[in-house]
């Protein structure tokens, strides 16, 4: 049973559509990631699971019973894209607040905070004003409220915005362990390269439609193409392999082989051993999600990113 | 308990305001101030002198109605005033001076009581006829010291007996000279009695009339820190609390809280009360201090000051209601502080218009059918609208009442004073205040709520 469902989701906001009957299910344990472009309808998305936004039709459920109620919303994590914590709070206080409103136990809740705050590297600065933190430090803060009371899903808008190269690889290191622990994680970013290592599951949302979804692995992987490199100073047999039918493309000192149907890559293999050629690099060729993001995208409306028009009044 | 993160919350946003620390200060140098002011009872002596003249002009009067002494005034000296028993207090000893009676006529002097110079100042060569020196001596005859005792008793209301016996050796030719003596008075403490103030623990003497105690605390606990003081307070924390909803309600803090398993209207009216919260501390540290400082000074403890404290924070909840409407509408600090005063400014001006033109004109005048319209339309916003100004003479008037109880001992007294009140302030009620302010606060946060739990943010 999906931990997050949606059927035939829809969001009007007067005339503009932000959701078009999206329908989307995220199983237990998955890290998922919503992709498209600004506007395209995530946050909406994410704000209705939430109850922050209410559905125009459609449903939604979330751990079994209807999304966006206190006792979902009790169970769940969420960091805003563009949070702003207020400013007069400590980190430890800040958490403090939130927990009373999650209704954590008083007793649990400094040594929770302590944890939460040591897992995004923030224990340091604890008893410091949010005001003099730095926006990485925020989105850390931001990621340690959304865990503090250990919910079982974790919604994450842009969670290394503003972070390090380090820092983004130290919180792609705690949603894997949060994985591990059986969390189900809904990640809405735009940074393809990461959604790419950590998401289990993506889905790719254009203008409030749900253009592709599926997993990682089946949606970069790109049938029929393989990279094929030989020793330094050898030279690929570029006719012979021309002449058993592959189609070649030059990348570098590598080539690209296209396989048309039926045929394998053994052939070549065969070939190069025959010729007494060192084979140092044969790799079936997956495109980047970033690839397949943008291909995507511009099969669904070539010329792109233009917005609907203001309605005069 | 989610409702008391939020007040914590909302303590915690009020300390972090620097306007706060501001209007602390302002509190506390209002009470180091009341508290640094001393009352020194005043003794017999100034108490006595402004009432002769209206002794004398009584005196005058008579010497006007009757023909043998028409033209004859009088002017009043005192002196070798004494009090008897220094040891007691002003009000519990007696008392003695020397009263004369300078005797001029019209022509050898302008009306003395209205040009009082001394007798050596008065111009040479004063025209004295047979006629004049008649009347003077009529004059003279008529100031008997039963008369003179009379009068006096009259004048000196608080005094309890009046001695008057003639002093001989005082009087001069065109001169009734008295030795008075003046035996206890109706008061029968410190707080009915007159004081002048004192700043700075006596160092800076305040050129004020004299005033009771009582008077001076309703004076000050009332018109100076209830009237004066509040308004500051209260135009100053609409400021400050008019950020705070749309702080919270801002893109990016909004969404945090609503992902909270809180519903919308326990969040708003969680921080609506954080938002009263706020107006207590103010008005309870500045209340209870100058309730403390004047009850130390006076001796008065009038805890009708300490009603202040509820009755200014629900005032305040008027405006706040109002400014949380505007912010879950626009979310503007601005716009709501604008809103506020724009309410605050009308039911101060219909507060006062009412009370002028309506429950002073209704009575006064017929009512005409123009005037008629008036009070039908004045009556209908007074009505419907809160009764800002009303709650504010309302709490005078239980200022007054419990200063009254405190200080007025004869029970005659007492009853008459709170009639007065009565008639002063009949045309207001608690009930009918709080019930069409608490209606709008209700009515004004009930649509905030309305509107912020079916908002998408």
Known sequence: ???????????????????????????????????????????????????????SFGNALMLGEPAGTAAVRKRVGYLPEDHRFPDYHTAASLLDFYGSLLEVPSAGKKKRAAEVLEMVGLKGRMDYKVRTYSKGMKQRLGIAQALFHDPEVIFLDEPTDGVDPLGRREIRDLLGQLKDEGKTI??????????????????????GEVIRQGTMAELTKQRGLYVVGLAPGQEFPRADVAA?????????????????????????????????????????????????????????????????????? | MKILAILKDSLRETLDVKLFYVLAGISVLAILFVASTTYRPEPMEPQVKPLLGFVTFAIINDFQSKAETRGVFARPEVSDFEQLDPAREPWESDHRFTLTF??????????????????????????????????????KAKLAPDYVRRVLKDGLFFVKEVEVAPAAAAAGEDKAAFEVTLKG??????????????????????????????????????????????SVIMFLSIIMTASFLPTMLGKGTIDLLLAKPISRTALLLDKFLGGLLFMILNTAFIMVGIWLALGFQTGLWTHALLLCVPIYTFQFAIFYSVSALIAVLTRSAIVAILGTVVL?????????????????????????????????????????LPRYKDIDWLTTRAIKEDLIRQTLSDEADREKAIKDL??????????????????????????????????DY
């Open chain 1, 186 to 207: 809904f990640l809405n970013s735009h940074l393809l390269g990461e959604v790419e290592l950590i998401c289990d599951r993506v889905a790719i949302l254009d203008k």
């Open chain 2, 422 to 455: 009565d008639k002063e302030y009949g045309a207001y009620s608690w009930r009918g205040s709080l019930i069409a302010s608490g209606t709008f606060i209700a009515l004004m946060v009930g649509l905030a709520c309305l509107r912020f739990a079916t908002k």
């Open chain 2, 185 to 230: 008075t109706t008061f029968k403490s410190r707080k009915e009695w007159f004081h002048k103030p004192r700043l700075f623990f006596g160092a800076l003497e305040v050129p004020v009339p004299l005033m009771t105690l009582a008077a001076i605390t309703q004076f000050v606990g009332d018109w100076i820190i209830g009237g004066f003081g509040t």
């Open chain 1, 1 to 55: 049973m999906p931990v997050i469902e949606t059927k035939n989701l829809v969001k009007q906001y007067g005339k503009i559509e932000a959701l078009k009957g999206v329908s989307l299910g995220v199983e237990k344990g998955q890290i998922f990631g919503l992709l498209g472009q600004n506007g395209a309808g995530k946050t909406t998305m994410v704000k209705i699971l939430l109850g922050i936004t209410k559905p």
């Open chain 2, 344 to 384: 605050w400014v009308l039911l101060f001006a219909l507060g006062w218009t009412h009370w002028v033109f309506i429950e002073r004109g209704r009575d006064a005048k017929p009512q005409e059918t123009t005037q008629h319209w008036a009070y039908v339309g004045y009556d209908a916003a007074h009505t419907v």
């Open chain 1, 244 to 313: 058993l039918g592959y189609d070649l493309t030059s990348d570098g000192e590598k080539w690209e082989v296209g396989l048309s149907d039926g045929q394998t890559i053994d052939p070549i293999v065969e070939l190069l051993r025959d010729r007494g050629l060192k084979l140092r690099h044969l790799a079936e060729k997956r495109q980047t999600l970033e690839d397949l993001f943008i291909q995507t995208v511009e099969a669904a409306e070539p010329g792109v990113d233009h917005r609907p028009r203001r309605r005069r009044r």
């Open chain 2, 102 to 139: 300078d005797l001029r006529t019209e022509r050898g002097n302008d009306n003395p009581f209205f040009h009082p110079k001394p007798a050596q100042e008065q111009p040479e060569g004063r025209v004295r006829t047979e006629k004049d020196k008649q009347a003077v001596e009529a004059a």
